[in-house]
């Protein structure tokens, strides 16, 4: 039985999702606190001027909190951060091969107002498992847990969330949108990977080396 840890982030990199695929059992991490630079806010996509980052803004409150959990964060709902991240998936990837057949799947998830980070999160989770038909068993963590002191049979991929990171594997290239523009990108947001591949992402995740 292969068991993960793993933190939820806002469309995790490529590499992110590939391990939550090939897992036959995944422990969401939700009893963590709070870092800045991480994918639990942000997301980076291929534009039309090369790599974009979408950022989610968090509430002033929580940025003025001392260490916060990641389940106690809010988003900073002032700004209209949900249209103006939509419009830029839309001009990255109205011409890539599959937008069309899965836009309707992801919509609601910027039309509908989230308060909580991790809520949000979960529900990009849960759109990319509709996507893709994917059916996994997944739990919540009850406490926090250092690396030493998991189980033998858990693989700790936590880390994976930190963004100032190089990806934790090679990555197959694959077409994208404005790649004779720019060359490839690697480990964007799992969506380049969907807009650009559709179905066939699944073949892709599952064939990622750890």
């Known amino acids: 039985m292969h068991k993960i840890i793993i933190s939820p ?32 806010n ?3 996509i291929y534009g039309p001027n090369g790599k974009l980052l979408l950022n989610i803004p968090i509430d002033h409150q929580t940025r003025r909190s001392h260490s916060p959990k990641y389940k106690e ?5 002032e700004y209209a951060w949900q249209r103006t991240h939509w419009r830029s998936l839309q001009t990255a990837y109205r ?16 039309q509908k107002k989230f308060d909580y980070l991790l809520d949000f999160n979960f529900a990009c989770v849960h759109a990319l498992k509709s996507c893709l038909q ?6 919540t963590t009850k406490e926090y847990l250092f690396e030493e002191e998991l189980k033998p049979d858990y693989k700790d991929f936590r880390s994976l969330i930190i963004a ?17 523009k720019y060359g490839f990108y690697a480990n964007l947001s799992v969506l380049d990977l969907l807009f650009n591949l ?3 992402s699944l073949s892709y995740l599952s064939k990622v080396d750890f």
């Not at 391990?19 to 630079?37: I, P, S």
């Not at 594997?169 to 004779?180: A, G, I, M």
């Open 164 to 180: 100032k990171r190089a990806p934790s594997t090679d990555l197959k290239e694959y077409e994208q949108v404005f790649q004779e």
């Open 198 to 200: 559709g179905p066939e």
């Open 73 to 77: 964060v809010k988003i900073e709902n």
């Open 42 to 44: 942000r997301q980076y």
């Open 95 to 110: 011409n890539s091969p599959f937008f069309e057949f899965y836009e309707h799947e992801l919509i609601d998830l910027y």
């Open 9 to 40: 982030g806002y469309f995790a990199p490529i590499d992110m999702f590939a391990a939550f695929l090939q897992a036959d059992e995944v422990f969401w991490e939700v009893e963590d606190h709070y870092q800045k630079q991480t994918y639990r």
């Open 134 to 139: 994917i059916n996994k068993t997944e739990q």
